[in-house]
């Protein structure tokens, strides 16, 4: 933000043109000059999150088994070849693992201190994950497995917060109040990423476009949308019909729509965000 970058008078340039055009005429076409100091100072960005994903490995490791075994691991995160390869680019990845890994963290010692601000520190940064990348939304599905490993094993998270720990103590029987336990948690969590998912498109220039409307009439209204023969044969199902013409969504279209194209490109089928609702 502090450099003197320079941009075209008239943004609507890039408004037709591929995120891979608008790279190339940014960096070389506006920015040729200072090219090297450019890119130098955006990396910047990634080796800052590679050392605060080192800080956090070496203080859980530290944690569960002793100094010097947060020592070790401080030492080799470095060395692993993912680590290696996204640390030094552009790119989301890195910041996504960060978010994620340290959302497992606060859970994790929240298990372990029952303290409400590691569990809110948890729900920031699994909020924080779902604006980074699309691929963070499998954090519910991986939580939710390691709750029904802790009730398989008999345990369960201890509330210090007298109010919550006065709404489990409700239910009778251990399983039941452990059970309630980790639904309370699973809803904060749930809470705290929407909140946040909705502040970042309220801040954005998509805005909140499609919240609490129907899929197929937040469909009608986008011109960059296209259907391919298999994506046709979704839409004409009943279901999703009912489902796309009844069913309000309370997330921002675009959001909705970032899910299914990632879920598409991850499954070789270009447009699958456009049925995604299914």
């Given at each position: 933000l502090l450099m003197d970058i320079n941009l075209p008078a008239n943004h609507l340039e890039f408004a037709n043109q591929s995120m891979y055009e608008v790279s190339q005429k940014f960096l070389f076409d506006y920015n040729g000059d200072d090219l090297r100091e450019t890119l130098i100072v955006s990396r910047l960005g990634s080796l800052v999150l590679s050392l605060a994903l080192g800080i956090f490995i070496y203080i859980w490791a530290k944690r569960l088994f002793g100094e010097k075994a947060g020592l070790m691991a401080l030492v080799l995160s470095p060395f692993n070849p993912t680590i290696l390869s996204v640390s030094t680019i552009i790119g989301r990845d890195l910041a996504v693992t960060v978010f994620i890994f340290t959302t497992f963290y606060f859970l994790w010692s929240f298990y372990k201190s029952g303290k409400s601000t590691e569990?809110?520190?948890?729900?920031?940064?699994?909020?924080?994950?779902?604006?980074?990348?699309?691929?963070?939304?499998?954090?519910?599905?991986?939580?939710?497995?390691?709750?029904?490993?802790?009730?398989?094993?008999?345990?369960?998270?201890?509330?210090?917060?007298?109010?919550?720990?006065?709404?489990?103590?409700?239910?009778?029987?251990?399983f039941w109040r452990r059970l309630s336990g980790m639904v309370i948690i699973f809803i904060?969590?749930?809470?705290?990423?929407?909140?946040?998912?909705?502040a970042n498109y309220a801040c954005s220039s998509y805005g909140l476009r499609g919240l609490f409307r129907t899929f197929e009439y937040s469909l009608s209204r986008d011109s960059d949308i296209s259907f391919g023969d298999s994506q046709k044969a979704i839409a004409s199902n009943p279901l999703y019909k009912a489902l796309a013409e009844n069913v309000p969504l309370p997330l921002p279209y675009y959001y909705v729509k970032g899910l299914g194209f990632q879920l598409g490109a991850s499954t070789g089928v270009t447009g699958t965000y456009a049925t995604f609702i299914v």
């Open positions: 569990l809110l520190l948890a729900g920031l940064m699994l909020g924080l994950g779902q604006v980074t990348d699309y691929p963070a939304i499998l954090a519910f599905p991986l939580i939710g497995f390691l709750f029904v490993v802790l009730l398989i094993m008999g345990k369960g998270f201890r509330f210090r917060n007298s109010w919550l720990n006065s709404l489990v103590n409700r239910f009778k029987g251990d904060v969590l749930l809470l705290l990423s929407y909140v946040i998912i909705i």
